[in-house]
């Protein structure tokens, strides 16, 4: 937990928030607690990339939820 106590917040940046963003959310919400919050955002929309979904699912976790979002909402 930060300091201030309040969560630990992670943003992940990537060019179109469709494949490599939402996947690290989803390890990090996997592997983080309430202490920490990860978001991801990207440079341009995108839809989440079905390929993404697949593989994350294969490791135990969805990323169907997770939507794409433009940098400019942060």
Same mark, same amino acid.
């Given at each position: /937990?930060?300091?201030?106590?309040? *969560? %630990?917040?992670?943003?992940? &940046? #990537? $060019?179109?928030? #469709?494949? @490599?963003? *939402? /996947?690290?959310?989803?390890?990090?919400?996997? %592997?983080? #607690?309430? +202490?920490?919050?990860? $978001? #991801? !955002?990207? %440079? $341009?929309?995108? !839809?989440? $990339? *079905?390929?993404?979904? @697949?593989? /994350?699912?294969?490791?135990?976790?969805? &990323?169907?939820?997770?939507? !794409?979002? %433009?940098? +400019?909402?942060?």
């Amino acid at each position: /937990m930060a300091t201030n106590g309040k *969560p %630990l917040r992670i943003l992940v &940046v #990537s $060019e179109r928030d #469709s494949c @490599r963003g *939402p /996947m690290a959310v989803g390890f990090l919400r996997a %592997l983080g #607690s309430e +202490e920490a919050r990860a $978001e #991801s !955002a990207g %440079l $341009e929309g995108g !839809a989440v $990339e *079905p390929a993404a979904v @697949r593989v /994350m699912a294969e490791a135990g976790l969805d &990323v169907a939820t997770v939507h !794409a979002r %433009l940098g +400019e909402a942060w």
